[in-house]
Structure formats: C-alpha cells, structure tokens
C-alpha cells in the first residue's frame, strides 16, 4: 500500500506565473536591474572646503614640532 507524500512546500500550489517545470513566461519575467539610485551622469568635481586643508596642515605641523622634539632630545640639547 502506497501512501501519498504531502508536499514540502505548501507554497508550491500558490505561485503564479509559472509554467510546468519552472520556467517563467516572458510578460513575468522582472526587469533585469532594478531603479538605480543616487545621481546619474558625470561626476563633477566637488569643492573642498577650507577647513580641509587647516587640519592638514595643523597635522603636519604637530608632526613637524614632535620630530623636532625628539631629534633635540637625542643630540642632547634637551636634558
């Protein structure tokens, strides 16, 4: 005696837009990407604010009077 094996997946009898087998019909097939999103187009050049460059340069400065420290302690002017 033979019994019936109930479905794994219940859903299974539920999808739409499928042919026997699996295979989907052209008017359901979705598009291949999606919306883009963000601007489109050629990146322009964005302007760099003044801000930038003063902690650039208040970095290479801190460098700058640390190396210096440094240097003066190892040649012994600093004891």
């Given at each position: 005696m033979a019994s019936q094996v109930p479905d794994?997946?219940?859903?299974?009898?539920?999808?739409?837009?499928?042919?026997?087998?699996?295979?989907?019909?052209?008017?359901?097939?979705?598009?291949?990407?999606?919306?883009?999103?963000?601007?489109?187009?050629?990146r322009l050049s964005e302007a760099r604010g003044f801000s930038q460059y003063l902690w650039i340069i208040l970095i290479g400065v801190v460098?700058?009077?640390?190396?210096?420290?440094?240097?003066?302690y190892i040649v012994g002017l600093l004891s």
């Open positions: 794994p997946d219940p859903l299974n009898d539920k999808l739409t837009g499928l042919e026997p087998g699996g295979g989907v019909p052209p008017g359901e097939t979705p598009p291949g990407e999606g919306t883009s999103v963000g601007p489109q187009g050629p460098v700058l009077f640390t190396l210096l420290y440094f240097v003066g």
